[in-house]
Nanobody, 122 residues
Framework: QVQLVESGGGLVQAGGSLRLSCAASGRTFSKNTMGWFRQAPGKERESVAAISWSGASTNYADSVKGRFTISRDNAKNTVYLQMNSLKSEDTAVYYC???????????????WGQGTQVTVSS
């Protein structure tokens, strides 16, 4: 059974930092692009960041560029999202996903994590 398990969410003040982790089990994603999405109440799920299988290529939503950093450790089958300078508008449930075939697309993703809540207080 393939699972993506996120951790690291929580409550933080504006300007603070959090680091999300997503540990995959049941299969390896070392040859796949992985990434993070988020969904705020009343809004559609949106792409946040993605990273190629080697880590050489990354992609970010304009709203998080310069503040968030995605990375991965293929030996641990884990992807990370370092979030700095957090803003109240970053409040959402964050989901890990794999494999990501096209930036922004959600319909063709095979596996999703259960989500982790990030709340940024202003």
């Amino acid at each position: 059974q393939v699972q993506l398990v996120e951790s690291g969410g929580g409550l933080v003040q504006a300007g603070g930092s959090l680091r999300l982790s997503c540990a995959a089990s049941g299969r390896t994603f070392s040859k796949n692009t992985m990434g993070w999405f988020r969904q705020a109440p009343g809004k559609e799920r949106e792409s946040v960041a993605a990273i190629s299988w080697s880590g050489a290529s990354t992609n970010y939503a304009d709203s998080v560029k310069g503040r968030f950093t995605i990375s991965r450790d293929n030996a641990k089958n884990t992807v990370y999202l370092q979030m700095n300078s957090l803003k109240s508008e970053d409040t959402a449930v964050y989901y890990c996903a794999a494999p990501i075939r096209r930036w922004g697309a959600t319909h063709d993703i095979d596996y999703w994590g259960q989500g982790t809540q990030v709340t940024v207080s202003s």
